[in-house]
C-alpha cells in the first residue's frame, strides 16, 4: 500500500501528558500537512512542511504544540502538557508540486489519528 | 480571507436518483483549485474530484460532476445513480498557494 499511513490511529491520554503521533505520506510526495479536525467539522490546517523546512504553522498551533520532518520523509507531531480541549482527529495528508505524476497540488489524506485527553 | 460555505448540513437522497451538493467560496485570488472530499463514517478522507479555477469545463469522474461557476464562486457536486457507498460526510475544498480551507461538510445518506 503506498497511500499515507498514521500512527497510532487512537491515543487516550491523560490531561498534561505528552503525545506524539506519526505521519508517514506518498514516498514521492515532498510537501507535508498536519490538520485537526473535531467533530462535524472540516479539517483546519496546523502546519505544512516542504521536505524537512516547515514553511507555515496556523495560529492553532500554540507553543504546546511541535512538529518535524526530520529528513523530508515521515513527520511527527508532538502535543506537550495535552489539555482535554486538544481531543480531535489529528490528520494528516501529503501532495507532490506541482507539475507532478501525482497530480499538481491534491492532497492525499491518511486515516488519522484520533486523540482523546481525559 | 478565503471562506468556504456549504449551507446543507444534511442531505438524503434515495438510492439510484441524483442529488447535488452546494458549496461556495469566497476570495479575492485569481488562480486556485477546489476539491471535493469525501469521508465515510470512521473512514479516511478521499478525494472524489477536482477543479482548476482556470478551467472553464466542468470536472467529471465517473459518476461525480460539478458545476464551477467562477463569476458566482459557486461549486457544486452532483451525484448520479446514488449508491449506498455515497454515503458520507463531503467536504467542499478550496486551495491557494499551499493554504487550503474546507467547508463544515454535508453530511450525505443514501437511502435503499
Known amino acids: 500500500d503506498t497511500g499515507v499511513s498514521q500512527d497510532p490511529r487512537h491515543k487516550i491520554t491523560k490531561r498534561g501528558q505528552n503525545v506524539t503521533f506519526r505521519c508517514d505520506p506518498i514516498?514521492?510526495?515532498?510537501?507535508l500537512y498536519w490538520y485537526r479536525q473535531t467533530l462535524g467539522q472540516g479539517p483546519e490546517f496546523l502546519t505544512y512542511?516542504?521536505?524537512?523546512?516547515?514553511?507555515?504553522k496556523s495560529r492553532l498551533l500554540s507553543d504546546r504544540f511541535s512538529a518535524e520532518r526530520p529528513k523530508g520523509s515521515f513527520s511527527t507531531l508532538e502535543i506537550q502538557r495535552t489539555e482535554q480541549g486538544d481531543s480531535a482527529m489529528y490528520l494528516c495528508?501529503?501532495?507532490?508540486?506541482?507539475?507532478?505524476?501525482?497530480?499538481?497540488?491534491?492532497?492525499?489524506f491518511g486515516p488519522g489519528t484520533r486523540l482523546t485527553v481525559l | 480571507a478565503q471562506t468556504v460555505t456549504q449551507s446543507q448540513p444534511e442531505m438524503s437522497v434515495q438510492e439510484a436518483e441524483t442529488v447535488t451538493l452546494s458549496c461556495t467560496y469566497d476570495?479575492?485570488?485569481?488562480?486556485?483549485?477546489l476539491f471535493w472530499y469525501k469521508q465515510p463514517p470512521s473512514r479516511q478522507m478521499i478525494l472524489v474530484i477536482r477543479?482548476?479555477?482556470?478551467?472553464?469545463q466542468n470536472a467529471t469522474e465517473n459518476r461525480f460532476s460539478v458545476n464551477f461557476q467562477k463569476a458566482a464562486k459557486s461549486f457544486s457536486l452532483k451525484i448520479s445513480d446514488s449508491q449506498l457507498g455515497d454515503t458520507a460526510m463531503y467536504f467542499c475544498?478550496?486551495?491557494?498557494?499551499?493554504?487550503?480551507?474546507f467547508g463544515a461538510g454535508t453530511r450525505l445518506t443514501v437511502k435503499p
Open positions: 512542511f516542504q521536505n524537512e523546512a516547515q514553511l507555515e
Open positions: 495528508a501529503s501532495s507532490a508540486l506541482a507539475g507532478g505524476s501525482l497530480g499538481a497540488d491534491t492532497q492525499y
Open positions: 475544498a478550496f486551495m491557494t498557494g499551499n493554504d487550503m480551507r
Open positions: 477543479q482548476e479555477a482556470y478551467k472553464q
Open positions: 476570495t479575492s485570488e485569481s488562480n486556485y483549485y
Open positions: 514516498s514521492e510526495h515532498n510537501r
